[in-house]
């Protein structure tokens, strides 16, 4: 008797280094690679330093390699005076294994707002920062109120489910980093680190 061994297949899935052997019995379905689930997180909280003051601190991009936590670069490309303020950036985050770069466009309205939208990057489906400031405590202008918001969806559903290990310390760190930053430009806060109201985190 002559046993007939039937050739291995193999059948390609996206991106291109993985591979999926058949070996003639069925495999579980495996999640598209193509689609990732955005991530969302807003907070609200009285910072110790003006609005002014923290606009500065924020809309200073040029300067994100500097203290933001997984910025390795943040190159100027262009300017536009404003308002609003409209500048793009080439930008570099990095955390192993992932580097990656990303457009960046800035849109400032002083001292209220900084808002930035990723654009021409392979890495994020969407990526948009939003920071809001007003007012903060009466009758103290070293004061003011902190709307921050962040969304962000990967294009691999592999960056995404890394992103899941680290979602919540990204997020504790942003605003943290900033505030740090200004603290070494403007000196210590007017009133002590306050607690976020997490409005949304998804």
């Not at 807003?42 to 910072?47: F, Q």
């Not at 994100?64 to 005076?81: A, G, H, I, M």
């Not at 979602?167 to 430009?185: H, K, S």
Request: net charge positive; glycine share 4%; hydrophobic share 35%.
């Amino acid at each position: 008797m002559i046993l007939r061994i039937a050739p291995r297949s193999f059948s390609l899935c996206t991106p291109s280094t993985i591979y999926c052997r058949n070996f003639g019995f069925g495999l579980p379905s495996l999640p598209s690679l193509s689609k990732g689930k955005t991530k969302e997180y807003s907070e609200r909280r009285i910072l110790g330093y003006s609005m002014e003051q923290m606009f500065d601190v924020v809309a200073d991009v040029k300067k994100y390699k500097e203290f933001v936590p997984w910025c390795t670069n943040s190159t100027l490309l262009y300017s536009r005076q404003g308002p609003p303020g409209n500048e793009k950036y080439q930008m570099e985050i990095g955390f192993p294994p992932i580097s990656e770069r990303y457009t960046s466009n800035v849109t400032t309205v002083r001292p209220n707002l900084v808002k930035a939208v990723s654009t021409e990057g392979k890495m994020f489906n969407h990526l948009a920062t939003e920071w809001k400031f007003s007012p903060g405590l009466p009758n103290n202008p070293k004061t003011c109120t902190l709307d921050f918001y962040v969304s962000f969806e990967f294009r691999n559903i592999l960056y995404t489910k890394m992103s899941q290990l680290f979602f919540d310390e990204v997020v504790r760190q942003m605003v943290n980093a900033f505030l740090r930053r200004a603290a070494t430009q403007y000196g210590v806060a007017a009133i002590p680190n306050q607690k976020p109201l997490v409005v949304k985190m998804v």
